[in-house]
């Protein structure tokens, strides 16, 4: 079955490991939020006995989420071939994007304040079709740029830049 989502005789390039943090802080500070607002309220409403348990849920539903991102941003991977580029990413349900370079349209590089401090970007691939544009999440801004200018200068036709 890996054979469907391989890309024939090339070794997949991946995300960051890094990213897995920035997605962790993401969840743990949206957690401590909704778990913090909602127990308060029940607490004041209904009281401890009704909050207890809804913030137990939300330190499992941390616990959970803390060790899934990490599989998660293990299984994202891209390799470059000389007509397309191919994009893996699931646990669950596996996908693999295969977009040729000749429908690419734009390419933007993005970059919110904790992929900075963690030096990480993420590059989206803007395509003719609705369905056939990708984002790689999670890579370290050199490799960003670097992707950024190799796609650019193939949406040109620019050979030398390519090489």
């Known amino acids: 079955m890996d054979d469907l989502f391989a890309p024939p005789a090339e070794i997949w390039q991946r ?5 897995a943090t920035v997605l962790r802080l993401r969840m743990l500070i949206t957690t401590v939020i909704v778990t913090g607002l909602v127990g308060t309220v029940v607490w004041l409403t209904a009281g401890g006995l ?3 348990p809804l913030i137990a849920v939300g330190v499992g539903y941390a616990g959970w989420q803390w060790f899934r991102l990490g599989r998660w941003v293990r299984t994202w991977g891209y390799a470059e071939r000389g007509d397309d580029l191919y994009l893996t990413h699931g646990l669950w349900f596996r996908e693999l994007t295969v977009i040729p370079y ?3 349209q734009a390419v933007k590089v993005e970059s919110g304040p904790l992929g900075r401090a963690f030096g990480l970007a993420s590059v989206e691939l803007v395509t003719s079709s609705l369905q056939s544009g990708a984002t790689i999440p999670g ?3 050199h490799e960003a740029e670097r992707l950024r200018d190799r796609l650019i200068a193939i949406g040109i036709g620019d050979d030398e830049v390519v090489r």
């Open 50 to 52: 009704w909050a207890a």
């Open 15 to 19: 995300i960051a490991p890094s990213y």
């Open 102 to 104: 000749g429908r690419m």
């Open 139 to 141: 890579l370290p801004q």
